[in-house]
């Protein structure tokens, strides 16, 4: 295993601990809105801090990218963090959430993981290493059409602006598969697709630290991963259209007849 995974693992149990500890006193949390419908806690400053320290500890000159504290440092290798992802599932007791930590070195993402501590799954993937959950080799699904596939999605609940167009995708897709999921954990989402739990995924207007590493999970375990117009800027646009490649084509099909010109940038 590389070393920076290796860290990045330990830093991940590391803010999980935080997140487990703090569910005794979920309602003395102090709790702020960033933006509409946009939450963060004490649990998450302190979960993004200690993850900060251990990389640090053990990478003093990387650079942070994180949810909370933005941008830190100049380097070439990134440490991209989100250290809860769902707060509004955790501070609602709703069980789906997760810690996910992705290392891009030069502009690309070599290194993820994202770290669930209610179940103790550790799902991570190096490049050209593979993907893997616990020790478990990941593969994305064999699944061939929409038609029997459980899909996951994501509500576009911070760009009320855009939910006449999400809607139209939904009611596109929705038809066409078995059934529909939505977590709320963008990232946890991602390592389904990837460990085969759903067979495709769909969201806009993600951030950089949903994605890093849950797109690095999906690739390895032999997935696609692209824009809602098959393209690769979903990591400016934060629009994602994630699945096999059989998946992935025809949730592309439904998607993109409904897109308003916001949306295909």
Same mark, same amino acid.
């Given at each position: 295993?590389?070393?920076?995974?290796?860290?990045?693992?330990?830093?991940?149990?590391?803010?999980?601990?935080?997140?487990?500890?703090?569910?005794?006193?979920?309602?003395?949390?102090?709790?702020?809105? @960033?933006?509409? =419908?946009?939450?963060?806690?004490?649990?998450?400053?302190?979960?993004?801090?200690?993850?900060? =320290?251990?990389?640090?500890?053990?990478?003093?000159?990387?650079?942070?990218?994180?949810?909370?504290?933005?941008?830190?440092?100049?380097?070439?290798?990134?440490?991209? !963090?989100?250290?809860?992802?769902?707060?509004?599932?955790? /501070?609602?007791?709703?069980?789906?959430?997760?810690?996910? !930590?992705?290392?891009?070195?030069?502009?690309? !993402?070599?290194?993820?993981?994202?770290?669930?501590?209610?179940?103790?799954?550790?799902?991570?993937?190096?490049?050209?290493?593979?993907?893997?959950?616990?020790?478990?080799?990941?593969?994305?699904? #064999?699944?061939?059409?929409?038609?029997?596939?459980? !899909?996951?999605?994501?509500?576009?609940?911070?760009?009320?602006?855009?939910?006449?167009?999400?809607?139209?995708?939904? =009611?596109?897709?929705?038809?066409?598969?078995?059934?529909?999921?939505?977590?709320?954990?963008?990232?946890?989402?991602?390592?389904?697709?990837?460990?085969?739990?759903?067979?495709?995924?769909?969201?806009?207007?993600?951030?950089?630290?949903? /994605?890093?590493?849950?797109?690095?999970?999906?690739?390895?375990?032999?997935?696609?991963?692209?824009?809602?117009?098959?393209?690769?800027?979903?990591?400016?646009?934060?629009?994602?259209?994630?699945? =096999?490649?059989?998946?992935?084509?025809?949730? /592309?099909?439904?998607?993109?007849?409904?897109?308003?010109?916001?949306? #295909? @940038?």
């Amino acid at each position: 295993m590389h070393p920076m995974l290796n860290i990045a693992i330990r830093a991940a149990r590391s803010a999980g601990n935080i997140i487990i500890r703090s569910l005794q006193h979920v309602e003395h949390l102090e709790v702020t809105t @960033k933006g509409r =419908n946009d939450f963060v806690s004490d649990v998450d400053r302190l979960a993004e801090q200690e993850i900060i =320290n251990v990389i640090h500890k053990a990478y003093p000159d990387h650079a942070i990218l994180a949810e909370e504290s933005g941008q830190q440092g100049d380097s070439d290798t990134v440490w991209v !963090i989100d250290p809860l992802d769902g707060t509004a599932n955790f /501070l609602h007791g709703f069980p789906h959430y997760c810690v996910s !930590i992705g290392i891009i070195v030069r502009g690309k !993402i070599e290194h993820g993981v994202i770290y669930d501590p209610l179940r103790d799954e550790l799902f991570t993937a190096t490049r050209g290493g593979g993907a893997q959950l616990n020790d478990r080799r990941l593969r994305v699904t #064999k699944q061939k059409t929409l038609a029997g596939s459980l !899909i996951a999605t994501g509500f576009p609940f911070k760009y009320l602006e855009h939910f006449p167009a999400y809607s139209a995708t939904f =009611n596109a897709v929705f038809p066409e598969v078995a059934d529909l999921r939505r977590g709320g954990s963008a990232a946890l989402d991602l390592a389904y697709v990837a460990a085969g739990r759903v067979d495709g995924y769909w969201e806009l207007g993600l951030q950089k630290w949903d /994605l890093a590493a849950g797109v690095l999970l999906i690739e390895e375990a032999g997935g696609v991963v692209s824009d809602f117009t098959g393209g690769d800027n979903y990591r400016q646009n934060g629009n994602v259209v994630a699945g =096999n490649i059989n998946v992935h084509q025809q949730l /592309l099909k439904q998607i993109t007849p409904h897109l308003t010109d916001a949306l #295909k @940038k």
